[in-house]
């Protein structure tokens, strides 16, 4: 629930272009600048969850979420929905920290990347309903209903995370100072910001591309985004178990072949004015599910690499994940704006994931904060 906000405009962009009389490139920016505040809020995240404890973060999350979507239902304007992106999106860092910070401390290293997969494989899950539900029920309802039914949804949500999550902290809320990061670790904040700059736009721009490029209904479209979303909630968690057989010295190797296989995804979505829908359904599916795996496998190497420091970590390595979700979005969209056409930004997109391959390649060769100890 916690990044609903930064999915559904995608997923309604075409209706909400319409209804707002704005370009696709300003509903991109409205995706953008919800997790481009995600980043700017992942550190300052950090520092909070450090203070008060992974419980109290998480409720707060979803009270922003609640309250950014019924005030965005109810004033029903452009203005309004960047103000919601905003306080949301910067919520939303409090959950990445909060949860980072829970699962360290509850799961062994041997099990550390299937429960990371089972974690985020929560966005995944809500972003096939959204999917599924979304473009539809904007067409027979209004867009305004769904906001409203996500602002119950998270306050729900929120009741469950007061149950469930303990009140954990990192070494520094209890009186420890938590050890320094390991050299050169600026490169996962890099290696992240291209993993999403390079994936995100198949979550947020395949729907109206299919729309629009392919003529596709509505529905069709949010069923295959669906479709694409649940499928790759199975190959995530399948994919964490294997990457805790393979080990900790093996996951940013997992994730530079994850995103090499992405590309490939990406030339085929790319291919499917040429070659139709069929390519595309393969495509996206294939995609969704390589960025959901090297997603859930970078929040376990980041544990990995700095297991004393991870609201730290967490914060720096989210910090640039959700500053590339901010640009991209809206860079496709206005790109797609001024050539006419979806091309060259799945060109770009393609380009953005070759790059990150190499960038994972200099993170991997960061040494773990336990190692650097030992050598001190």
């Known amino acids: 629930m916690g990044a609903s906000l930064g999915f559904i405009p995608g997923f309604l962009a075409t209706t909400l ?26 550190i300052p995240a950090g520092r909070m969850t450090d203070k008060f404890g992974s419980r109290k973060v998480v409720v707060l999350n979803m009270f922003l979420v609640a309250g950014a979507s019924l005030m965005i239902a109810i004033l029903s304007t452009y203005a309004v929905w960047i103000v919601g992106s905003v306080l949301a999106g910067m919520g939303y860092a409090l959950a990445n920290t909060g949860t980072n910070v829970a699962i360290g401390n509850a799961v062994p290293l041997e099990r550390r990347a299937v429960a990371m997969s089972v974690k985020t494989s929560g966005v ?26 996500n602002s119950i949804s998270a306050v729900i949500a929120g009741a469950i995370a007061y149950l469930v999550l303990d009140d954990d902290r990192s070494e520094a809320a209890n009186g420890e100072k938590s050890d320094p990061l390991p050299k050169n670790f600026y490169w996962f904040g890099i290696a992240a910001f291209l993993l999403i700059g390079g994936s995100q736009p198949l979550y947020s721009w ?59 995804s990406v030339m085929m979505v790319m291919l499917g004015t040429i070659l139709g829908t069929y390519i595309v359904i393969i495509g996206v599916t294939l995609g ?27 914060g720096i390595t989210m910090t640039g994940y959700y500053l590339g979700a901010l640009v991209t979005p809206a860079g496709f969209g206005v790109l797609v704006d001024i050539t006419g056409t979806y091309t060259y930004s799945w060109l770009a997109t393609l380009a953005t994931l070759i790059i990150a391959v190499g960038a994972w390649h200099q993170a991997g060769k960061i040494r773990s904060q336990e190692n650097t100890n030992k050598e001190r």
């Open 206 to 264: 395949t729907v109206s591309y299919l729309e629009e490029s392919l003529e596709a209904s509505a529905g069709l479209s949010g069923g295959i985004m669906a479709m694409a979303s649940f499928t790759g909630v199975v190959v995530m968690i399948c994919n964490g178990i294997w990457a805790d057989q393979l080990g900790a010295l093996k996951r940013i190797p997992l994730i530079m072949l994850l995103l090499s296989v992405s590309s490939i």
């Open 17 to 42: 272009s319409e209804d707002l009389s704005v370009s696709r490139g300003k509903i991109g920016l409205i995706v953008g600048i919800y997790f481009g505040s995600t980043g700017i809020g992942s």
């Open 288 to 314: 969704v599910s390589m960025q959901l795996a090297s997603i859930g496998t970078m929040h376990a190497a980041v544990i990995d690499i700095a297991p004393n420091s991870i609201g730290k970590a967490t």
């Open 124 to 149: 995944p899950l809500m972003a096939t309903v959204a999917a599924a539900i979304g473009p539809w029920a904007a067409n027979v309802w209004s867009w305004q209903t769904i906001l409203i039914l």
